[in-house]
RNA sequence: GGGCGUGUACCCAAGUGGACAAAGGGGGCAGACUGUAAAUCUGCUGGCAACGCCUUCGGAGGUUCGAAUCCUCCCGCGCCCA
């Protein structure tokens, strides 16, 4: 079934996703023309680590909502300003990363693309990746043709390089400095190269996003301007017989004068924000990736269930593709009844089966069933490690058990449910934890009465924590 | 280069010779109540073989029966003067 196209503006309005855009009205005009369609709208992303994290993941989404509108969207993946270092919203100077990392992490997110653009109906996306231009710039090439349309002046009112250099513990090198130079190559790269002539990203990319557009509008306006003394120069080149020079001054001529109309677009989504003021996307436990490998479908699950009352539907209209009237839908049965959970069940749902996949989010959800109800006695063994799939496990020997000399106190630090043996002893004093679902005392012994399918014991500590154990 | 400050646990911050593993706040964790939410209340928040022991108040030495606290040198940071 072909979904009805949507309109990408209306769409970002109604989702809270659209923060600034460059010239609204213009944009929509540019995206609206059916002669000119598909259109292609770029995102970067700068490879600093393996994996992205659903800090990412609004662009991510903003390129989704491209597709489905049918337009083409094209992921940068930056392998070349990756070697350098975006400084906004950085405090501090980082640490460079060798070419190889680089490289290798260009490598590890781009499944992330393929599987989340890949699941929305619409044009093919297409990924390029900026060292392939980048890598083979010149120095001397770049200060001439880019660092000429700079102005450092301007550069410097920028907020990110503002704040490092009036941070006298924390200056900016040349090398940061100079990111939003190399960005602004790229916009104006895919603007001229392949007709990009839309970029979006997170509301700290706005400062390089204009850059970009100003770039753009600069670079043309040389070329342009040029045109005439370039034709005067081949007639004179002409006129002097050097035919080959003239035929190639005419040609450069005849090419600048059919530089595209410098007109070029950026749109922002706001910085997503929790009702609490805490900052998005982080845990106790850390951030939260989009693969299953820092990950797990169970813990992503877990993160979009575990919003808050005030956050789910605007997390719903962000992370989620389902349509308007349905999150309407779900924020009435919320505003009725928050207790049934129902919208944070389908965020989870929803969001889950975007990155890991309908099936794994299904497997989830069940695990989150059964592990909440507390009911793990009564699961079939191979639902049992369906469950337990996604959770940290140990294995331990059998004859422990037999002789009852299994030490709880050991075993919670073992297994990371604490931290220290003091701690331990404070959750089992607090009846914190808890034995295939039903709470222990510390005088407690574990035996092999507690066997679950002859082999495993299931421990929690607080709400959230499982471990798993095998004794063989 | 000179002067005056300042550095304490995850963060802020008290402590200026013994009662200091170090007040208070924030954050975090756990318990109760709930709905795996929020708010509220309670407990915990350096470690351990635990009425004791070990490690920790920017670093290295020193004075002392005893140092986060006093002295010397070094390092970091802030403000002022040059």
């Not at 010239?23 to 992303?45: C, I, S, T």
């Not at 700290?204 to 043309?220: F, H, K, P």
């Not at 004093?429 to 299931?458: F, M, Q, R, W, Y």
Request: glycine content about 8%; proline content about 4%.
């Amino acid at each position: 079934m072909t979904q009805q196209k949507i309109d990408f503006i209306e769409e970002l309005e109604w989702r809270g996703l659209l923060h600034q855009c460059t010239d609204e009205d213009g944009l929509r005009k540019y995206l609206a023309d059916p002669e000119r369609a598909p259109r292609k709208v770029y995102a970067g992303f700068d490879p600093t680590a393996d994996s992205l994290t659903i800090g990412n993941l609004v662009p991510i989404m903003l390129l989704a909502h491209v597709k489905r509108a049918g337009h083409v969207p094209v992921v940068l993946m930056g392998g070349g300003t990756g070697l350098i270092g975006d400084p906004s919203g950085k405090s501090a100077e980082r640490s460079l990363i060798t070419d190889q990392t680089v490289e290798a992490n260009v490598h590890a997110q781009q499944p992330i693309f393929e599987i989340v653009l890949g699941c929305v109906e619409g044009p093919k996306h297409c990924v390029v990746n900026n060292v392939d231009w980048l890598g083979g710039l010149g120095y001397i090439e770049v200060l001439r043709n880019i660092g000429k349309h700079f102005s450092v002046n301007m550069m410097m009112q920028k907020e990110s390089v503002k704040e490092r250099l009036h941070n006298r513990e924390q200056g900016i090198s040349y090398t940061e400095f100079s990111y939003m130079i190399l960005q602004a190559y790229d916009f104006w790269k895919l603007f001229y190269d392949d007709q990009v002539a839309v970029q979006v990203g997170g509301s700290d990319q706005y400062g390089n996003i204009i850059a970009g557009i100003d770039l753009i509008r600069r670079i043309s306006f040389d070329l342009i301007k040029s045109v005439p003394m370039l034709a005067a120069e081949a007639q004179a080149a002409a006129a002097a017989g050097q035919i080959e020079l003239a035929a190639s001054l005419a040609k450069q001529a005849a090419m600048y004068a059919a530089s595209p109309e410098p007109e070029s677009f950026g749109l922002t989504a706001p910085l997503v924000t929790k009702s609490d003021g805490s900052k998005f996307g982080k845990t106790e436990t850390g951030a939260i990736w989009l693969t299953r490998e820092r990950t797990s479908p169970y813990a992503y699950y877990q993160f979009w269930l575990n919003a808050s009352d005030d956050d789910v539907i605007k997390f719903l209209k962000i992370f989620t593709l389902l349509t308007k009237d349905e999150v309407d839908e779900l924020e009435r049965g919320h505003v009725d009844n928050p207790g049934a959970r129902e919208a944070h069940k389908k965020l989870a749902q929803c969001a889950t089966a975007i990155i890991h996949g309908k099936k794994e989010a299904e497997q989830a959800e069940n695990a989150s069933k059964a592990l909440f109800s507390g009911d793990i006695v009564s699961l079939p063994k191979a639902l049992l490690e369906d469950v337990f799939a996604n959770i940290p496990s140990s294995d331990h020997s059998k004859a422990d058990l037999e002789n009852q000399s299994v030490d709880l106190v050991e075993l919670l630090v073992e297994t990371k449910l604490a931290q220290s043996k003091r701690q331990a002893r404070e959750f089992l004093a607090n009846g914190s934890v808890s034995i295939n679902g039903s709470k222990i005392t510390p005088e407690t012994k574990l035996a092999l009465e507690h066997l679950l399918h002859d082999e495993i014991i299931a421990i929690r500590r607080g709400k959230k924590a499982w471990h798993l154990t095998r004794w063989n």
